[in-house]
């Protein structure tokens, strides 16, 4: 037997030993690291459902308590119903966490107010719940086990907040509540899906089904003792993963985990089945890619050790040459790098491997340009979100604007109130004081002596009671038409601010117009006169408040457009089935290359500091939340027409 026979043999006997050894122990070791990887994975999930829970919980109880805390003690003393809703419809509408509502019950139990509203079960009891007793008795809010709600007929979770009287007496309590088919938390963890068929469930100590990606499974007590050994096990405290046998009598890997401050319980389960059918399926494959490739070692080895050895030196030499690409720029070609590739691309070993690193270096190259590209387009949608908090903090800027100036209207117009009927009394006790005098000074002329006579009329002419008497009357009428022209001018301000009308309702357009050039007219005055031409306009859906901010952003820009003393035009119409809105001013225009650009957030033509470019944006956006059209027509030098156009009837509005 030849010496390259036998080094052959031992060759091929050597790596078929070995090769097939370390691939059994390999395999027996992906086995196990596999089915832990699996464990890991599932137990993974429920460790992340039952945060995810236990932040939730957390974070709706906080705000549930906020949410009560600041209810209005005084609404609820004097059984104000509208504004309780008032201020519950604000918080379903503004911050919508809890998607069933609010309602409050009284000490007994009785169910006062909700929102939104179930007339049909007002005054009844609800001591019964266990959410209410369980407050009751510990004096503090709490967290509900989940329920079938009497008033919407859905599987709700409910939070409670005692309210109390500023004296101490416990008033009853605020109760926010969410519907659990709906939440988009709780929606997520029910659906989410554990491979093909694994999903996740919660439950609760008393073996209450809180969460189930079956609707019909949610609110039951279907798993009864002993049907399931380690769901009974999770009750009593076993935290972890394991094998078991669901109640249906399916073979599963499962997690369990408490939800930290609460008796709920997740539990992630997988069908044994679909968990271990990738090792069952490459198992097989295994061991005869494990033969396969051990006999292919042993026979092809010998014979390219040295050549492959000598060939992979030469694409070693080849690879390290290749420049690096730049990150930072970019600056780099990458043909030319790959050019240098080409001599060995047909070789016979390494002809693929050549090809593929050229792939991959191209590919690299490509990479680079993208990220570059999607590191442009997240800057631009960085800006565009910042532009987007600035319009919600501008919004939000107008409508604290708007209550601060309704409050002050609201305090100016009582004491006007008193002041413009004492006037009025006033003027009518001066009337009879003048009657009196002026009888007084005939019967002293009838019955007086000529001194006397003499004597009253140098008092008279001295202290200037004539002139006192007709000045008088002219004091009072002119502070009467003061106190006129004062509440005017605070009705007009709470028309303009309508904090009572911040929601959606039916409006007169030129009332809107009206009091917004009342609130204007301190800038317009000085600059410009203002000639209005009203049609008559139905009541159109809208939002007064935000029209009104509108109007306000295109009436001031045009004053400050007109340099000298110019004119102002607004006219309304119906046209079709929408209202059209002009408002025209005389005074510079705007420049041909930047008219387009007027709508754009922070575009201004202002100087720096007298303007944030927002007024416009903000307006175009209001307009197109009420389904409007906003346009604009100018030539510099001859003035500029804003047109607003919209519709008598909003599509999905109610």
Known sequence: MRLRTKVIIILVATVLVSTGGSGLFIFQKFKTAYRQSVFQAIDAVAMNNAESLSNYLQRQYILAQHIGELLPLEAVELDDRLWVEDYFSSHLKNFNFFNNGYFFLDVSGILKFDYPTHPEVYGQDFSFRSYFKNTMKAGKGIVGEPYRSRRSG???????????????KLLGMVCSSTRLEDDPILTKIRHRKIGKTGYSYVFNTNRLMILHPKNERMLTRDVPVGANKMFDAAIEGFEGTTETVNSKGVEMLVAFRQVPGSNWIVATQLPAQEAFAIQVQNQRIFVIFILMGSLTAAIVGAFFVHRSTR?????DRVTSDLALPDQRDGSFDIEAETDKLKPLSNHPEFGVLTNTISQLYSKLGRSLSETQQMASDLDSAYQQLKA???????QEKMASVGQLAAGVAHEINNPMGFITSNLSTLKRYQEKQANYLGQLEEWLQEAGSAEVLDQQQQLKKNQKIAYLLEDIVDLIDESSDGAVRVRDIVQNLKSFSRVDQAEFVLADINECLESTLAIAMNEIKYKATVEKDFGELPLIPCYPQQLNQVFLNILVNAAQAIEVKGEIKISTRTVSDFV???????????????????????????????????????????????????????????????TIELPLDLEGEK
């Open 311 to 315: 060939d992979l030196a030469i694409l």
């Open 388 to 394: 987007t908090q600035s319009q919600i903090l501008q």
């Open 154 to 168: 859905k599987s709700v979770l409910t939070f409670t907040t005692p309210l109390q009287s500023s004296g101490g």
């Open 580 to 642: 059209e809105i002009k408002i025209s001013d005389n005074g510079s225009g705007i420049p041909e290359d930047v008219r387009d650009k007027i709508f754009e957030p922070f575009f201004t033509t202002k100087e720096v500091g007298k303007g944030t470019g927002l007024g416009m944006s903000i307006s175009y956006d209001i307009i197109k939340e009420h389904q409007g059209q906003i346009k604009v027509a100018s030539e510099p030098g001859q003035g500029t027409t804003f």
